[in-house]
């Protein structure tokens, strides 16, 4: 965690930065000349972010406080700006943010006379401080929503390891930077500013910068992260769980942001569904008691599982395999008892009717609630042929296309991929399954963030089932 004072935090830009700091776990405090303003603006921010650590003061406590100091302000305000908090950055870092737009003719390059507006902020504060120089190129607006952006900053500063402290800032705002030489070379990116916004005014709409070329081994791909959500409740009928994965993330100052993968396991689905099945309410048909004599089950648990499948494809003692209605095939037709309360009686959990539907209703509300794209799968754990042990399984989705057909590409030896057809749905839910666990875990949702998939706006977990006339082992 790093302590940031984002001076000019009431702003477009500094507010947005702030907002996208605290929620990656920083002490953030909102600076302004006015203490209220500042106060007033950390407070609305608390507001949509329960949890985060944000404070509002006015310039000079707001520079005391912090370990980094972000100028965030107009050009025009500049100068008494740093005037303001001189005393306050001794030792410190200051991103300067600014870019020298002089209204009304803010489309044109207007350079000051030091050169650019960074090297005036270092002339001010002399050696009491390392200021560097970042941010003209992003759109105050693109920042201000959820997800990442696909946008290169240019960091100028005269050391390395400042500019290394500040690419690291940056990259906790979703954005990638990148160490563009002295502080003097701000210039560029300052000049940037009037350009780009000649582009929007044309082309654009937010418009930023992207580097392209053959990277000499940077930047690497953003690690694939795997975040539990704890703090979730035990669920029942009627439970909202969109609900409360919103609540769960806000009250640790998180948040979904574009392309998560949110995984949600069956059982808290099927009991806030209320698919809950009492024993002692299930009258067995002959053919459940069949069943039940061949496979050691009671006749009740036979008789659902006879309900909730579609055939069964072999019976032995201690297990029934059932090609499920949804069409999995699985041991006792997905019927679970563990985890579930059964103080009025012995009490069984179904899967949800159609697992899709349910990943779909959650995808939207979780959408919706942070207002960004993602996917959402619905895992159970499944055994899988010739193999010993269960393995967490996609049984449905939303937003994600199940498979990724890589058939017709080729390998690092030219040859040409004639079968290669992977279960990313599959492979995520396995990888969500190392954090939700199998017993008292109580952690029923993960988040994988930074995953490469490819978006399915109608496809279901259907894709993935092999038809059953390609069952190679009747």
């Given at each position: 965690?790093?302590?940031?004072?984002?001076l000019?935090?009431?702003?477009?830009l500094?507010?947005?930065?702030?907002?996208?700091?605290a929620?990656?776990?920083?002490?953030?405090?909102?600076g302004?000349?006015?203490a209220a303003?500042?106060?007033a603006?950390?407070?609305a921010?608390?507001?949509?972010e329960?949890?985060?650590?944000?404070?509002?003061?006015?310039?000079?406590?707001a520079?005391?406080?912090?370990?980094?100091v972000?100028?965030?302000?107009?050009?025009?305000?500049?100068?008494?700006?740093?005037t303001?908090?001189k005393?306050q950055?001794?030792?410190?870092?200051v991103?300067?943010t600014?870019a020298?737009?002089?209204p009304?003719?803010?489309?044109t390059?207007?350079?000051?006379?030091a050169?650019?507006?960074a090297?005036e902020?270092?002339?001010?504060?002399?050696?009491?401080?390392?200021?560097?120089?970042?941010?003209?190129?992003?759109?105050a607006?693109?920042?201000?929503h959820?997800?990442?952006?696909?946008?290169d900053?240019l960091v100028?500063a005269?050391?390395?390891?400042?500019?290394?402290?500040?690419?690291?800032?940056?990259a906790?705002l979703?954005?990638?930077?990148?160490?563009?030489?002295?502080?003097a070379?701000?210039?560029?990116?300052?000049?940037?500013t009037?350009?780009?916004?000649q582009?929007?005014?044309r082309?654009?709409?937010?418009a930023g910068?992207?580097?392209?070329?053959d990277?000499k081994?940077?930047?690497q791909?953003?690690p694939?992260?795997?975040?539990?959500?704890?703090g979730?409740?035990?669920?029942?009928?009627?439970d909202?769980?969109?609900?409360?994965?919103v609540l769960a993330?806000?009250?640790?100052?998180?948040r979904l942001?574009?392309?998560?993968?949110?995984v949600?396991?069956?059982?808290?689905?099927?009991?806030?569904?209320g698919?809950f099945?009492r024993?002692?309410a299930?009258?067995?048909?002959?053919?459940?008691?069949?069943?039940?004599?061949?496979s050691?089950k009671?006749a009740?648990?036979?008789?659902l599982?006879l309900s909730e499948?579609?055939g069964?494809m072999r019976a032995?003692?201690g297990?029934?395999?059932?090609r499920?209605k949804t069409?999995h095939?699985?041991?006792?037709a997905?019927?679970?008892a563990?985890n579930?309360?059964?103080?009025?009686?012995?009490?069984?959990?179904l899967?949800?009717?159609?697992?899709?539907?349910?990943?779909a209703?959650?995808?939207?509300?979780?959408e919706?609630a942070?207002n960004?794209?993602?996917?959402v799968?619905?895992s159970?754990?499944l055994g899988?042929?010739w193999r010993?042990?269960t393995?967490?399984?996609?049984?449905?989705c939303?937003?994600?296309?199940?498979?990724t057909?890589r058939r017709g590409?080729?390998d690092?030896?030219g040859?040409?991929l004639q079968?290669?057809?992977?279960g990313r749905a599959?492979?995520l839910?396995?990888?969500a399954s190392?954090v939700?666990g199998?017993?008292?875990?109580a952690?029923p949702?993960?988040?994988?963030?930074?995953?490469?998939?490819a978006?399915?706006?109608?496809e279901?977990?259907?894709?993935?089932l092999?038809p059953?006339d390609?069952?190679?082992f009747?």
């Amino acid at each position: 965690m790093t302590i940031i004072a984002v001076l000019g935090g009431t702003g477009a830009l500094g507010g947005a930065m702030a907002r996208r700091w605290a929620q990656a776990g920083h002490e953030v405090w909102i600076g302004s000349r006015e203490a209220a303003k500042a106060q007033a603006a950390a407070a609305a921010m608390l507001a949509e972010e329960p949890g985060a650590n944000i404070h509002g003061a006015a310039l000079a406590d707001a520079a005391a406080h912090a370990e980094i100091v972000v100028l965030a302000v107009p050009y025009a305000s500049q100068v008494g700006t740093v005037t303001a908090i001189k005393g306050q950055v001794g030792g410190k870092i200051v991103i300067d943010t600014t870019a020298p737009l002089k209204p009304p003719k803010v489309g044109t390059v207007q350079l000051p006379a030091a050169g650019c507006a960074a090297v005036e902020v270092q002339a001010l504060l002399g050696d009491e401080a390392q200021v560097a120089s970042a941010m003209q190129t992003v759109s105050a607006e693109k920042l201000s929503h959820a997800e990442p952006i696909d946008v290169d900053v240019l960091v100028a500063a005269d050391k390395k390891d400042v500019a290394d402290a500040v690419i690291a800032l940056i990259a906790d705002l979703g954005l990638r930077g990148y160490h563009a030489g002295p502080l003097a070379n701000s210039a560029a990116s300052e000049a940037l500013t009037s350009v780009l916004i000649q582009l929007n005014r044309r082309y654009f709409s937010h418009a930023g910068i992207r580097l392209t070329g053959d990277p000499k081994g940077e930047p690497q791909p953003r690690p694939v992260q795997i975040i539990p959500v704890p703090g979730l409740p035990l669920f029942g009928a009627g439970d909202d769980i969109a609900a409360a994965i919103v609540l769960a993330l806000r009250g640790q100052a998180g948040r979904l942001y574009e392309g998560d993968v949110v995984v949600v396991a069956q059982k808290i689905v099927s009991k806030a569904e209320g698919r809950f099945a009492r024993l002692d309410a299930v009258t067995p048909s002959d053919e459940a008691r069949v069943l039940a004599a061949a496979s050691g089950k009671s006749a009740a648990i036979a008789e659902l599982i006879l309900s909730e499948s579609a055939g069964i494809m072999r019976a032995k003692p201690g297990v029934v395999i059932a090609r499920h209605k949804t069409g999995h095939v699985t041991a006792n037709a997905g019927i679970d008892a563990s985890n579930v309360d059964s103080e009025g009686g012995e009490t069984v959990l179904l899967w949800p009717v159609d697992p899709d539907a349910s990943a779909a209703a959650l995808r939207h509300a979780l959408e919706a609630a942070f207002n960004t794209r993602i996917a959402v799968i619905i895992s159970d754990s499944l055994g899988r042929a010739w193999r010993i042990g269960t393995v967490g399984t996609a049984i449905g989705c939303s937003g994600i296309a199940p498979l990724t057909d890589r058939r017709g590409e080729t390998d690092l030896y030219g040859r040409v991929l004639q079968a290669t057809i992977i279960g990313r749905a599959d492979e995520l839910a396995a990888a969500a399954s190392v954090v939700i666990g199998e017993a008292a875990e109580a952690i029923p949702v993960a988040i994988i963030r930074n995953a490469s998939y490819a978006r399915g706006e109608a496809e279901g977990i259907a894709a993935c089932l092999r038809p059953a006339d390609e069952n190679l082992f009747p």
